[in-house]
């Protein structure tokens, strides 16, 4: 199967060499397209603009930043929207709202195009490993033809129906696991400064009905003060802005996600968007609490 690549960031590189690795032919591009080269060494052809990965590629795949890229590669010069058709599909795997996902949905329509949806959880190592978990809406024949694709990147794909559905449930996701990141991180504060071990807390956490990978996998690192990016923190906080959104779109009260967000707001202040979302720790530590 030949697909389009668009956008290799953290997650989009490690997608795209997957499917590179499962023997699927891969077109890339990137906005910095020297982030294409590593790809290309593993056997990957590059396209110039969006525009050119689309008129090459019977499928595109997407995995950018945020609702303004995914904007701009459809619509702006060179973008997908000059080349998807009658017989093209478009997959947008990064995280957006659901009026995004609308927005892009009814242009490739009109052109007589197909589009899904597709967000995922997971970061990092599970995108390495081929074990996201898929959330997917939209076009269903589109999503059939795709699924070749999302067993080599996930685990698991849910096909969730109506357009926007995959969206928001990826922000219904990511708002409990910033909420429960800020609480984490609360806890281990309240630990140290309460003269018990951190470490203990995280072995304690680790054996009870609170346990989880994400716990287990930050807990450590962030005793150590170490914020490596595997999902950076400007992005964990565009997706509880887009949450409380949604929130507000539907009267849903969530002081809990409110309060985590500016904690994620004043981490980005203090120049600590590019680093792991789990860095909200060090602002935690300083201010002793987000609230
Ligand atoms: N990292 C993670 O753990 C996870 C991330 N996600 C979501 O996946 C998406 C990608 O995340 P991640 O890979 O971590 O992000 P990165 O910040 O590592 O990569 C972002 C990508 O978007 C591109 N980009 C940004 N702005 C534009 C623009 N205006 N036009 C064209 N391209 C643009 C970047 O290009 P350039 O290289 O030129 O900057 C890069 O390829 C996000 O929506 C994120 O929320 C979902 C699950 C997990
Ligand atoms: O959007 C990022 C999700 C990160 C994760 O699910 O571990």
Redesign the pocket.
């Known amino acids: 199967m030949e697909v389009g690549f668009l956008?290799?960031?953290?997650?989009?590189k490690a997608m795209a060499a997957n499917l590179l690795r499962h023997g699927f032919r891969v077109t890339v591009w990137?906005?910095?397209l020297s982030?294409c080269d590593e790809l290309v060494a593993m056997g990957a052809a590059v396209g110039d603009t969006p525009a050119s990965v689309v008129a090459k590629c019977k499928y595109t795949i997407a995995?950018?930043?945020?609702p303004?890229?995914a904007l701009?590669?459809v619509f702006d010069k060179d973008g997908v929207l000059e080349q998807i058709g009658e017989g093209k599909g478009y997959v947008d795997?990064?995280?957006?709202d659901a009026a995004t996902s609308c927005k892009i949905s009814e242009a490739v329509k009109q052109k007589g195009g197909a589009f899904v949806e597709a967000?995922?959880?997971?970061?990092?190592k599970p995108a390495e490993d081929g074990q996201l978990v898929i959330l997917a809406a939209g076009d269903k024949a589109l999503y059939d033809d795709m699924v070749p694709a999302f067993d080599v990147l996930g685990k698991k794909s849910f096909f969730l129906g109506e357009m926007g559905n995959g969206a928001k449930m990826k922000l219904v996701v990511n708002m409990i696991m910033g909420s429960m990141m800020n609480a984490f991180s609360e806890g281990l504060c309240l630990a140290d400064k309460s003269g018990l071990s951190p470490q203990t807390l995280l072995d304690v956490l680790d054996l009870g009905a609170i346990a989880n990978p994400m716990f287990k996998m930050k807990g450590p690192s962030m005793l150590q003060g170490s914020y490596n990016p595997?999902?950076?923190l400007k992005?964990q906080q565009?997706?509880m802005r887009l949450a409380l959104s949604l929130g507000d779109e539907n009267a849903v009260s969530m002081p809990v996600a409110a309060a985590s967000n500016e904690a994620f707001k004043k981490a980005r202040s203090l120049g600590l968007g590019d680093l792991d979302f789990s860095v909200v720790h060090e602002v935690l530590k300083g201010t002793g609490g987000s609230g």
């Open positions: 956008g290799l960031g953290i997650m989009g990137n906005r910095t982030k995995m950018l930043s945020d303004s890229a701009s590669v795997m990064s995280t957006v967000p995922v959880s997971g970061s990092k595997a999902f950076p992005h565009k997706d």
